[in-house]
């Protein structure tokens, strides 16, 4: 029996409110146990100066040293420090006892039909400060090897539903909405449906009231008391992304927004809503077969406006994966971890069926203490 590794993966999403830190046990391949999560807010001040950073990072046309970049790069790093000792102060464990962790960082650019994907993060100074291995620059590799970089979960999403009836799939409503589909057989295919909360959470945080008490659409509340304006939609799904065949994958900033401008601001979070549904939908002609259910995990499945709206397009039954007892909240973080142990034995972390990569690739860039 292959032997297990306490592994911790942290991940910071394109929604940039902070940091999930997970830790499992797994063997990289078909044993997973998940033990601890963390969940560290970033504060509203760090969120400015990262979506500032990220957006100067994206005007400049090569890597190079911009003030604001590099501390906020530090900065971002020493949050996730900070997850890591949090996170082993919950779980009863030391730093000696963890094998490695898997750490994301944060996309700020990821245009892989141009060969870029970028991440802020520094592994080296995660690795000194906290006293454990680090794997991080997960998607270079598949990038570089012609693939999309993207989604990077699928073969932690095949561990986890071994023992599940099949053909179905795994939603995951991050900033982007990416799919896993899994058939039978346990092959994969794996691409980003469109939207997921970014373009939702932005309208919001842009044109909220000055009383509200979230800078996001909580509890659907906005899009429940707001119609799909359908002009606006038509205008946002007319997008060829749509239409082109998987392996495929999206930044953050793909889509533009414009069609809502002008909208109420429940209207606009309506039809918003209602697009990162219909994209959804418009992903299941595109599979090999219609999955016979949906797993939900991410932020987005906690937004029941969005996820009535995801029941009222897809005719298989739509739950969070909290019904198969796992946490929605850690799976993309356990994920990472799940990947850095498959870093380390030199296994796949992609295939050709989930980014398009020309063979199933390894990848990641090690960072030992020392």
């Known amino acids: 029996m292959p032997q297990s590794t306490l592994a911790i993966g942290l991940m910071s999403g394109t929604s940039r409110d902070g940091i999930d830190a997970a830790l499992i046990e797994t063997d990289g391949e078909g044993a997973v146990a998940a033990l601890e999560f963390h969940a560290m807010a970033y504060d509203e001040g760090f969120r400015l100066r990262l979506a500032e950073a990220c957006q100067r990072a994206m005007a400049m046309e090569r890597p190079g040293f911009e003030p604001l970049i590099a501390a906020v790069e530090v900065e971002l790093t020493e949050y996730h420090v900070q997850a890591v000792a949090d996170l082993l102060g919950r779980s009863g464990h030391i730093a000696e006892d963890v094998g490695v962790i898997g750490f994301h960082g944060h996309t700020v650019i990821h245009k892989p039909d141009r060969g870029i994907t970028r991440q802020f993060g520094d592994g080296a100074l995660l690795a000194r400060e906290t006293g454990i291995p680090v794997v991080s620059d997960f998607r270079a590799a598949d990038v570089a090897g012609g693939g ?3 989604p990077l979960a699928p073969l932690y999403h095949a561990a986890l539903t071994r ?4 053909p179905l799939a795994v939603l995951n409503l991050g900033g982007v909405a990416n799919v896993t589909w899994i058939s039978p057989d346990g092959g994969l295919v794996a691409f980003d449906t469109g939207p997921g909360n970014a373009l939702i959470d932005d309208w919001v945080r842009e044109n909220r009231e000055r009383d ?5 659409d909580k509890d659907g509340r906005l899009a429940h008391a707001g119609a799909v304006i359908e002009d606006a939609l038509a205008e946002l799904l007319d997008d060829p992304y749509f239409a082109r065949a998987y392996p495929k994958s999206l930044d953050r900033s793909a889509f533009d927004p414009a069609p809502v ?5 429940a209207d606009g979070a309506a039809t918003l809503t209602a697009f990162t549904a219909r994209t959804v939908e418009k ?6 077969a219609p999955p016979n259910r949906w797993l939900v995990c991410g932020g987005g499945r906690r937004n029941p406006a969005l996820m009535a709206a995801l029941r009222g397009q897809l ?3 739509v739950e969070s994966v909290e019904m198969t007892g796992w946490s929605g909240d850690a799976l993309e973080a356990q994920a990472f971890g799940f990947l850095a142990v498959r870093s380390l034995k030199g296994l796949p972390l992609s295939l050709p069926s989930t980014t398009g990569v020309d063979k199933p690739t390894t990848g990641g860039v090690l960072h030992k203490p020392g």
């Open 148 to 150: 999309q970089g993207a």
């Open 163 to 166: 023992n599940l009836d099949k």
């Open 212 to 216: 509200m008490d979230s800078p996001m």
């Open 261 to 265: 401008k002008g909208l109420s601001l």
């Open 283 to 288: 992903a299941v002609h595109i599979l090999p």
């Open 315 to 317: 005719a298989a039954p």
